[in-house]
T-cell receptor, first 115, second 114 residues
């Protein structure tokens, strides 16, 4: 399996622009997580889905952030409009393969820079 | 609210020395605890998962212990190698949460010098 796939790997944008991050979970996993990692705050859970349904979005910082999972093999995290303080590494992770439901497998991350 | 702390934030040891990494958590009602490794510019890789009913888990040179009552876990890496240089994070899964909502510590950055 190719593991969790994220795109793009790097994104540089200007303040006010819309940013869309993409994730393809491991096939067969039924949980998908979006995290944000910064030096100041460490690794924070933004939102997670179970069977394509958002379960907990309490970590989403504000209304500028939205996430969707239209099917079992694809999810997006959108920031509109983006701000410099959104600069961070965004990780997607998945879990749920039978017999190993608690281990999360992380993608390589998207490094976002908002100028 | 669960808080997870890892001290020290950074550690440097000579090759061959055993590594001891600490993790503490404030709420002992956990489902499991996991240790992850993160290399620069990469995602996290799961190393060990300890269920709340277990005291330790081992994988090769790695051994993780769990003392729920005192809210502590320790990751031991025997005979460290330069390839062990990375950031190590622990994360706890709360008992009452549905799914896999992990709370992470800030990590310990390890440098193993040849």
């Amino acid at each position: 399996d190719a593991g969790v796939i994220q795109s793009p790997r790097h994104e540089v944008t200007e303040m006010g622009q819309e940013v869309t991050l993409r994730c393809k979970p491991i096939s067969g996993h039924d949980y998908l997580f979006w995290y944000r990692q910064t030096m100041m705050r460490g690794l924070e859970l933004l939102i997670y889905f179970n069977n394509n349904v958002p379960i907990d979005d309490s970590g989403m910082p504000e209304d500028r952030f939205s996430a969707k999972m239209p099917n079992a093999s694809f999810s997006t995290l959108k920031i509109q409009p983006s701000e410099p303080r959104d600069s961070a590494v965004y990780f997607c992770a998945s879990s749920g393969l039978a017999g190993n439901t608690d281990t999360q497998y992380f993608g390589p991350g998207t490094r976002l820079t908002v100028l | 609210k669960q808080e997870v702390t890892q001290i020290p934030a950074a550690l440097s040891v000579p090759e061959g020395e055993n590594l001891v990494l600490n993790c503490s958590f404030t709420d002992s009602a956990i489902y499991n605890l996991q240790w992850f490794r993160q290399d620069p510019g990469k995602g996290l890789t799961s190393l060990l998962l300890i269920q709340s009913s277990q005291r330790e888990q081992t994988s090769g040179r790695l051994n993780a212990s769990l003392d729920k009552s005192s809210g502590r876990s320790t990751l031991y890496i025997a005979a460290s190698q330069p390839g062990d240089s990375a950031t190590y994070l622990c994360a706890v899964h709360p008992w009452e949460a549905a799914g896999n909502k992990l709370t992470f510590g800030g990590g310990t950055r390890v440098l193993v010098k040849p």
